[in-house]
């Protein structure tokens, strides 16, 4: 049955490619794709799941999108597809960041990366975990699920402005060189130096979390960014 399912929704997810006039951020797409991608993760890890899909799963998942399709071709074919995007006036130009505010920023990702790691060594320790000899990650989720330990509210706030830059350079990196095409694209690879720090921090939590948001966003903006160059 989780095989029908995954062909149904790959036939969804095509037909609603190509009905958006291939359109990556039509709200169809996504959701086709979002469930397509649900139920592979659900067929790769079957022998640990251990789930089952039934019939009546399947035709509400499927009548479900169908009828959410629907809507937007009614939509579409009664307004028809408009390019709503407009450039402000002045965001034609290049994003530019000083250096004070790159080494500033830099500094910092390297600093709240180091208090992040020195936190989760301590997690991991105080849940058993002897260098050499068990498994860091298994031990610093010991930790974390099992005993409730935190990493604490001074580590979380400074992970947070973490992410929260390595969101704000990765705009930046991609605005300048897929929306206004400047430049060699290695040209300013720097910015990405945050997302770099801060993908390693969360990895160090044991956690898949972070990697797969911070990928859809890239995704997702990537897919604005060329679609409207």
């Given amino acids: 049955m989780i095989f029908i399912l995954l062909l149904l929704l790959s036939i969804l997810m095509l037909f609603s490619f190509y009905n958006g006039a291939r359109d990556l951020m039509s709200p169809w797409f996504i959701s ?43 939509v579409t074919s009664a307004f028809g597809f408009r ?19 790159n080494i500033a920023v830099f500094v910092f990702s390297l600093l709240a990366l180091f208090l992040y790691y020195k936190r989760i060594n301590e997690i991991a320790i105080q849940a058993g ?52 095409r400047k430049g060699k694209l290695a040209g300013e690879w720097y910015l990405l130096f ?17 990697l797969i948001e911070y990928v859809s966003y890239v995704v997702i903006l990537s897919s604005i960014f060329i679609s409207k160059s």
Avoid at 43 to 66: C, H, K, P, Q, R
Avoid at 130 to 150: A, D, H, T, W
Avoid at 194 to 210: D, E, H, K, Q
């Fill in 32 to 74: 086709c794709v979002m469930y397509t991608i649900g139920v592979l993760f659900v067929i790769l890890n079957g022998d640990n799941w251990v789930m089952e899909i039934s019939a009546i799963t399947l035709i509400v998942i499927v009548t479900a999108l169908m009828s959410f399709g629907l809507g937007e071709i009614v």
């Fill in 83 to 101: 390019n709503t995007f407009k450039m402000i006036r002045g965001c034609e130009k290049r994003i530019r960041i000083n250096i004070l505010t």
């Fill in 129 to 180: 975990y002897i260098e050499g000899v068990n498994s860091f990650l298994q031990y610093v989720r010991l930790g974390i699920i099992q005993k409730g330990l935190s990493i604490g509210p001074v580590v979380a706030i400074v992970s947070f402005v973490l992410r929260s830059l390595s969101y704000v350079y990765t705009f930046v990196y991609l605005y300048n060189k897929l929306l206004l």
């Fill in 194 to 210: 945050p997302s770099i720090c801060y993908l390693i921090m969360y990895s160090l939590s044991g956690s898949r979390g972070g």
